[in-house]
């Protein structure tokens, strides 16, 4: 009989530790800090100036069609469990109380467009004061590798390099002000 209780306590034991739910990642809420900046924007109704180019051509758009802009290029949602399954988190502690730097690095088999982002918070601050990111997208046959930068309260300036047969066909820089 002890045998059988044993045996079935066992069991029980095991099925209970297969069952335990796997232990949920927390990443920084990166598009919730991206809403926080787009409700500052509207908010304030700042005037948000384009920059096109390296040439000082510049001109004013809205602060939807900013929104949308911003949105599209960070489309991550790390609050998606599947989201978060697609990318690595590395924190690094710079040290003299400077900077803190969360980053988010895709593995190698995502499907994400975004392949980096980097958050630098200085200590002490629960708000990032700059994020880089990389982001890759193909249309038609035309690849498309996209670098940004987005400084708290400030500015977004993304950096555009378009591929086809692998070979370099043109470049484009938009900074985005306010």
Known sequence: MNRITFSWLIYVAAIVSCNEEKETKDFYPVQAWIAAELNNID???LVITRISGNQKDSSTISGTAF????????????????????????VLDEGNNTNISIIYVATENSKEPLKK??????????????????????SDKTFISRKMIWERGHS???????????QLINEAKEKFEW
Do not use: C, W
């Open 67 to 90: 929104k949308q802009i911003a949105l599209g290029l960070f489309s991550v949602d790390f609050t998606d469990e599947h989201a978060r399954d697609q990318f690595i988190e590395e």
């Open 43 to 45: 908010s304030l109704n």
């Open 156 to 166: 977004l300036t993304v950096a555009s390099a378009y591929y086809q047969d692998k």
């Open 117 to 138: 982002i980097q958050l630098n918070i200085k200590p002490g601050e629960s708000s990032p004061k700059s994020m880089y990111a990389e982001r890759t997208d193909i």
